[in-house]
């Protein structure tokens, strides 16, 4: 069977389409059920699976969250995978296209005791026959197997909040765009040196939200809490089992806005909040000397188990001398 005819069997393509007059995204059953039934393919082979992901792409894509992932998922064999390309600050001007995936387990509590779920992470380069060029800042250029696929990257204006006022102690950082598609403000709070994470609401985010209490506000698709302090949305909270399971509402402790990370200077914040790391981060906040770095993961917010536990939460909080101070630390 050819690629092009393989991998529309195999793949199910999910589209986030949120800006006005696009349209809504659309997820056909169909290719989901046919690549559920497809055994043809290799998914510990990173290769092969970097090559059925290509077949499928247009010739230029929009990268929305500010980490510069461009999410995916596949369905092949009776299971399913999430994944992502990702043209990393710092590295696109290598030559080095990131790729990763793992298996998606709906149903924790259900795996085998010591099963180890699939996940494959690394980067591929021209050695692998991946040239990656980049026209400007925000444009990565991919050529793979004779196919190219232009990478728009997220464009953000880095300009203070417009919709409310950022008190006295705090100082604005930067605008960010979540993967779960909702876009936030980074404070600072220069008394307690500690970060605060604000919904950004000068665009109506892509989002419906209820009522748990007085003052907090769920969101309906994210799961995301949020107290809705004077004229701001401050997020209190996110659900641990998606924090578990690595999904795209986990919260936006790792979606910085790094294209703009020397502008806004973030490695300084961080080591001003985490005085440990000092020297020991790079300028996007990843932690130096690993083959694989991992960041410094910005959880300002409460992981809870039930949305019930929020209102709790928020009470203890507003009986603290800061009640930002103790959000931001989890509760800690």
């Not at 419906?208 to 004077?230: I, K, N, Y």
């Amino acid at each position: 069977m050819k690629m092009a005819a393989l991998m529309s069997t195999v793949l199910a393509v999910t589209a986030l389409q949120v800006f006005a007059g696009e349209g809504p995204g659309i997820v056909l059953h169909q290719p989901q059920i046919e690549g559920w039934r497809f055994d043809g393919l290799d998914v510990t082979d990173r290769m092969a699976v970097l090559a059925g992901i290509w077949e499928r792409l247009p010739a230029e894509v929009r990268v929305y969250p500010t980490e510069n992932y461009f999410y995916w998922q596949l369905h092949a064999g009776g299971r399913e995978f999430r994944g992502n390309l990702r043209l990393a600050s710092g590295q696109r001007e290598k030559g080095l296209l990131h790729f990763g995936y793992s298996e998606w387990r709906e149903f924790l509590s259900e795996r085998p005791a010591g099963e180890k779920v699939l996940t494959v992470t690394g980067h591929f380069g021209p050695g692998d026959g991946v040239v990656v060029t980049c026209p400007d800042a925000f444009t990565a250029e991919v050529k793979f197997r004779g196919k190219s696929v232009r990478f728009l990257l997220n464009r953000i204006a880095q300009n203070p909040p417009r919709d409310f006022r950022v008190m006295n102690e705090e100082v604005f950082i930067e605008r960010t765009l979540d993967e779960s598609g909702l876009p936030f403000f980074l404070l600072f709070n220069t008394r307690g040196n500690y970060f605060l994470w604000v919904l950004n609401e000068e665009e109506r985010p892509a989002e419906t939200f209820h009522p748990l209490s007085g003052e907090l506000q769920a969101g309906r698709r994210t799961g995301f809490v949020f107290w809705q302090q004077e004229q701001r949305k401050v997020l209190l909270g996110v659900g641990k089992l998606s924090v578990e399971r690595n999904d795209y509402c986990d919260g936006p402790f790792d979606q910085l806005s790094d294209n703009y990370a020397a502008e806004v200077k973030i490695k300084d914040w961080i080591e001003r909040a985490y005085p440990a790391h000092k020297g020991n981060i790079d300028t996007y906040g990843y932690f130096l000397g690993s083959d694989n770095p991992k960041r410094v993961a910005l959880n300002c917010y409460l992981h809870y188990d039930t949305q019930q536990q929020t209102v709790a939460f928020l009470a203890e909080a507003k009986r603290q001398q800061d009640p930002l101070h103790f959000i931001s630390g989890g509760g800690k």
